[in-house]
């Protein structure tokens, strides 16, 4: 189930603050929507709305309708093969409200709300009270290929995680786990931004998430997005499984990966219900260490090669008879597209997250 748009009002109270002061510090702040664009000297519009010239607002979070012209969002880094093993020390992290992208490509993720280390790796944590989350997101994208995270899942009725991948145009690709059910995992793929909740799944884990670390990995390819549990696969959808009359609605645009932690359970009844219910403050976790928490102890990458385009364009177009090559380069022409109307409601009233 793909919460965000349920979530604006919870989520605002966490990520607002971060992003606003950000945008202020830079002396910006001016409003942006798809009527209403960013102005000439802070071009780029954020994920909440705000106006903004940092690397911030112009690669990793750049919503491109609101910003100044269709090629002001700059084509995000594109994310090395590598693994970043977190219980090493040497992951270069930033906090997410007080970073401005000066040293870009010296940090590898960013941190936003209540994140922390142990021995295991890299702990997110929602503490005792919380009404939002807190999340780790890398500053690299991907194009097709592979993300593996090992993890440890959060715990109780009420509280979600998940691992996903999200472009600055709501292409996405989600693992999501509910606390009430540490036995299973829910997979789930949305096309920039659009409300379609028939393409989830939930399948079984062998062992409890929350006290076991388990490989979940995400291939994603022109044709097919693969999910994996320690190897396994568990489930496939393919590009052709999204057709309408000729044309996919299939994730094709550069992606960051998130990982999140996040309070379900104070949300709408829907939501609600799906994540478990509202939160038990008094339970196990809460009087042993004060929050819930996900521990994530390494994400690896392996990158395609495929060329980034602008961040206003697919990379290649999403109809049946034309994807990328196997060599990465695409002969079709970029595709534009067109803002879910949605979104551009949301992001009026500065209530749209990234998360």
């Known amino acids: 189930m793909n919460i965000k748009y349920q979530l604006a009002s919870l989520l605002l109270s966490l990520y607002v603050p971060n992003l606003t002061v950000n ?3 830079n002396g910006a702040g001016a409003r942006c929507m798809q009527d209403m664009r960013c102005p000439k000297e802070s071009p780029c519009c954020n994920d909440v709305g705000f106006c903004g010239t940092d690397a911030v607002h112009c690669t990793l979070n750049c919503f491109p309708i609101g910003s100044f012209g269709d090629d002001t969002c700059k084509v995000p880094n594109p994310c090395k093969s590598t693994k970043y093993d977190f219980t090493s020390g040497n992951v270069k992290t930033a906090e997410l409200a007080t970073f401005f992208g000066d040293n870009l490509d010296q940090v590898d993720f960013l941190t936003d709300g209540t ?6 790796g890299i702990v997110i944590k929602m503490p005792k009270g919380s009404k939002g989350g807190s999340r ?3 500053t690299n994208f991907l194009l097709y290929g592979k993300v593996t995270a090992r993890m440890k899942t959060g715990r109780t009725g009420g509280v979600v995680t998940s691992f996903i991948t999200m472009s600055n145009i709501k292409d996405e690709i989600d ?3 509910v606390g009430k059910d540490v036995k299973s995992v829910q997979t789930n793929v949305f096309y920039r931004g659009q409300t379609d909740y028939t393409k989830g799944s939930t399948n079984p884990v062998n062992s ?3 006290q076991n670390f388990h490989d979940y990995t995400i291939d994603w390819s022109p044709d097919s997005i693969k999910w994996y549990v320690d190897g396994n696969l568990i489930r496939t959808y393919n590009k052709a499984d999204s057709l309408k009359q000729g044309t996919a609605s299939y994730p094709s645009t550069p992606s960051r990966v998130e990982i999140a932690l996040w309070n379900g359970g104070s949300n709408a009844a829907g939501t609600r ?3 478990g219910g509202e939160v038990n403050w008094d339970s196990e976790d809460i009087k042993k260490q004060g929050y819930f928490s996900a521990v994530i102890a390494s994400i690896e990458f392996q990158c395609s090669n495929t060329p980034f ?4 364009k697919s990379s290649g177009s999403n109809t049946k008879s034309s994807s990328p090559s196997s060599s990465g380069n695409s002969n079709s022409s970029a595709q534009s597209f067109t803002y879910p109307a949605l979104l551009t409601a949301a992001t009026a009233i500065g209530t749209y997250l990234l998360f």
């Open 208 to 210: 409890d998430t929350s």
């Open 115 to 120: 994140v922390g280390k142990s021995d295991e």
């Open 136 to 138: 780790l997101l890398s």
């Open 175 to 177: 693992f999501e786990w």
């Open 273 to 275: 219900e799906w994540a």
């Open 309 to 312: 385009s602008n961040s206003t």
């Open 23 to 25: 945008s202020q510090a």
